[in-house]
C-alpha cells in the first residue's frame, strides 16, 4: 500500500499505511552479530542499584551482592592483556574454580536485569564484553565458523549469555566445546536460565546420553538461586482482551511505525526467515499489529515466535492483537512439554507488550 493510503473514513493526511513485517526479507551480516552483542534496549540503563530486591525474597538482594563482587572482580588477567598471551600458549592455564555464575530462576525475577547490570558493571570496553541470548549465540557460531568465534570472544572479558537453554543434542556439544575453549583462553562467563545447569537437557532429549557434556558444562558455573514471582504481575493489571480487527488496523494507520500482518501469515514467513534476523526484521518498527491470531499449528513454528517475542520484549515494541488471547497460543502438550519454558516466557513477554500497546487503541 502506498504511504499515502488511508484507512477507510479517515483523513489520508492523517493516517499513513502500516509497515508489513512479511514484506521484510533482512540480511544480516555478521560483523553485525558481533557487534550488536550488548544488552538489548531495554536494559540500556539497568545498573545494581535500579533493581529493586523483593523485601520477601532475600536471595534477591543476596544476588546483587554476589554478582557487583563478581563484577569488580573482572579487572584483571585481559586489561593487561595476559588472556591475549594466555591465548595464544601452547598450554593455557585453566583457571581453579568455577569461572562464571548461573542465575537461576523463574520468570520475570529480573535476571536479565542483574545480568545486564553485571555488563554495564564489568570494568572494561564494550568491545572486551558481549551479551547475547543462548540462541543468538549459537547463531554467531553459525556465521562466522566455530574457531572464528572462538578467536572473536577469546579476548572478551566477559561473554554473558542470557536464556541459557540445550534444545538439541547438537547445541548441547556445540556450546559445551565453544565454553570450555573460551574459559581455557580466560574469558568469564555468567548466565541466566530457568533450569540449574546440572538438569539441562531434562524433559527435552535423553539426558543419560549427554550426560557427560552437560555436567561439563555445570561446572563453569556457581549456580546463583533466584526466587521469587513474576515482576510483571505484580501489581499489574490483567493483560488486556484481543481488540477486534477493525480496532487493529485503525491503530495500525494511526501509529507511526508501526506494522500490520494476519497473524497466519506472519508465522508462515518466520518459516522463511532465518532467526539469527528476527532482530533485524523488526528494525524501526514503533509496534507490532496483529490481526487474526490463532494457536500455534506446531512446536516447530511456536519455537519461532519465541524467538520473535524475545525480540520484540527486547526491543520494547507493543503488540497490539486480535483473536485469541497470548495465554491461549500454545497447546496445553506444549505447555507440558519440554520447551514449556520457552513457551511460558514467551506469553509472559507478549502479555507485556500487550500492555504497553493498550494506548494505540482509541477510547
Known amino acids: 500500500m502506498s504511504s499515502s493510503t488511508a484507512f477507510p473514513g479517515q483523513s489520508p493526511l492523517a493516517e499513513t499505511a502500516p509497515l508489513s513485517l512479511c514484506a521484510r526479507e533482512p540480511h544480516v551480516p555478521a560483523d553485525r552479530l558481533v ?37 569488580a572482580g573482572l579487572g584483571g588477567a585481559h586489561a593487561t592483556g595476559a588472556g591475549r598471551r594466555r591465548w595464544f600458549s601452547k598450554k593455557p592455564a585453566a583457571p581453579a574454580g568455577p569461572r ?15 545480568l545486564a547490570s553485571l555488563w554495564h558493571a564489568t570494568p572494561a570496553e564494550p568491545s572486551l564484553k558481549a ?42 556439544v556445540l556450546v559445551s566445546s565453544l565454553l570450555s575453549r573460551l574459559v581455557e583462553a580466560g574469558v568469564a562467563l555468567a548466565a541466566t536460565s530457568n533450569t540449574l545447569p546440572g538438569k539441562l537437557g531434562e524433559g527435552r532429549f535423553a539426558a543419560v546420553d549427554f550426560l557427560r557434556e ?4 555445570s561446572a563453569h558455573f556457581r549456580p546463583l538461586r533466584i526466587d521469587g514471582e513474576d515482576y510483571r504481575h505484580r501489581g499489574l493489571p490483567d493483560a488486556p482482551p484481543p481488540y477486534d480487527d477493525e480496532q487493529v488496523t485503525r491503530a495500525a494507520y494511526a501509529t507511526p511505525g508501526a506494522s500490520l500482518d494476519d497473524f497466519p501469515g506472519l508465522l508462515d514467513h518466520l518459516a522463511r526467515v532465518h532467526p539469527s534476523r528476527y532482530g533485524a526484521l523488526t528494525d524501526d518498527i514503533g509496534a507490532v499489529c496483529l490481526t487474526g491470531v490463532t494457536a500455534v499449528p506446531d512446536q516447530s513454528t511456536a519455537l519461532r515466535l519465541v524467538v520473535l517475542a524475545d525480540r520484540l520484549y527486547d526491543r520494547e515494541v507493543p503488540v497490539l492483537a486480535s483473536g485469541l488471547p497470548f495465554d491461549r497460543l500454545f497447546s496445553d502438550e506444549m505447555l507440558n512439554g ?13 502479555t507485556a507488550l500487550a500492555r504497553d500497546a493498550k494506548g494505540l487503541v482509541a477510547q
Open 35 to 71: 557487534a550488536e552483542m550488548v544488552p538489548p534496549p531495554r536494559f540500556d540503563s539497568v545498573r545494581f542499584d535500579t533493581y529493586v530486591p523483593d523485601p520477601n525474597q532475600p536471595s534477591q538482594s543476596e544476588a546483587v551482592t554476589v554478582l557487583a563482587g563478581f563484577a
Open 100 to 114: 562464571g555464575v548461573y542465575l537461576d530462576g523463574g520468570y520475570g525475577v529480573g535476571k536479565t536485569h542483574l
Open 131 to 172: 551479551f547475547g541470548t543462548f540462541v543468538e549465540l549459537t547463531n554467531l557460531v553459525g556465521a562466522l565458523g566455530f574457531q572464528q568465534t572462538v578467536r572473536t570472544l577469546g579476548g572478551h572479558r566477559l561473554l554473558c549469555i542470557d536464556e541459557f537453554e540445550l534444545d538439541d543434542p547438537g547445541d548441547t
Open 214 to 217: 552437560i555436567q561439563g558444562l
Open 338 to 350: 519440554g520447551y514449556r519454558k520457552k513457551y511460558f516466557r514467551a506469553i509472559s513477554r507478549l
